[in-house]
């Protein structure tokens, strides 16, 4: 279920602390943050983050077009690794059984 608009967006604290410290430093080096849940917010575009994803941190430079949404979308947790052999074998009987009826 989605959150109630009177609520607002939810923002980890810490990172609306850590984006106004930096917007006075002249080096902006990216923030780190855990928080996956936290809505992206116009105040955050154009500011680099590192979200961790469970295993390390995936530098992501914030842009217009991801205001709304959450950092977690931009740091997939899981990695693809293929199908298995057996569904690899049934995409090549298919082919070839698709040849067939086209002759």
């Known amino acids: 279920m989605a959150r109630s608009v009177w609520k607002g967006p939810f923002v980890e604290e810490s990172l609306i602390k850590k984006v106004e410290k930096q917007k006075n430093q002249p080096n902006k080096k ?3 943050t ?3 849940k936290s809505t992206i917010i116009p105040d955050f575009v154009g500011t ?3 979200i961790y994803n469970g295993k390390k941190f995936i530098p992501i430079t914030i842009s217009e077009d991801m205001v709304g949404h959450k950092f977690g979308e931009f740091s997939p947790s899981r990695t693809f690794s293929g199908h298995t ?3 690899k074998k049934a995409q090549q009987e298919e082919a070839k059984t698709g040849e067939a009826k086209k002759k």
Request: charged share 25%; glycine share 0%.
């Open 30 to 32: 990216p923030i780190k």
């Open 34 to 36: 855990w928080s996956r």
């Open 48 to 50: 680099s983050f590192l």
């Open 85 to 87: 052999p057996a569904d």
